[in-house]
């Protein structure tokens, strides 16, 4: 998988010379690198928890019910999610080369754990007399883990999709000294051109998305499961 390239920033600039912060780069260079950056970032972060969110929960579905399964993915997560990030992103690219796949790839690695721990606890957080409701109801074992499990699993679901989001976009950022992606690449550019306001743009663009993303997040958890606001 692959994305357009970025344009390259111009650090240096008739205008910004001797200055801490310059505006006019900030003017010449966000719609050509800037912005093109923030929007890929976006996109990546998108996929990459889309990608582990139904790995997690079809893992999670199967584990509730096979608990030798659950044992095995969870080692698994576990060791993708201690792998340092920079060098997971390097032992992918003799295999996916410098693409975004590589990219993706290990950013879907580490939100397995946050996300598979979540829905598995959730899809078991069910009461013993909901389900025993269930059942008297005459509904099927998997009539009642979609029906039943799954949508009480929402909150929890969600507070790992919450984490996992924010995990990710801060992790993107690494894996641009790998393969230029995201607003990695206009940050460690401003790193090697000490740069001030290459740095200071792109990491509060950064941080800026983490928290707009975990606030639509927020919203999104609230949109799905009204019950837990309304007990509260």
Known sequence: MSLPGQVIPNFSGPNCAGQFFCWDWVGANWAEVLQPALIQHIWISVLAVLFGLVISIAAALYAVRNSWFERGFSALATFLYTVPALAFFLLMVPITGLTITTVLIGLTSYTLLLLFANAVTGLRSAPPETLAAADGMGLTRNQVLFKVQLPLALPSIMAGVRIAVVTVISLETVAAQ?????????????????????????????????????????????????????RR
């Open 178 to 230: 790998v393969v230029q992606a995201g607003l990695g690449t206009p940050l460690f550019n401003a790193q090697r051109n000490v740069f001030t306001t290459g740095l200071i743009v792109t990491g509060v663009l950064a941080i800026a998305l983490a928290l707009v993303a975990d606030g639509l997040v927020v919203l999104l958890q609230r949109a799905v499961t009204p019950w837990v606001q309304a």
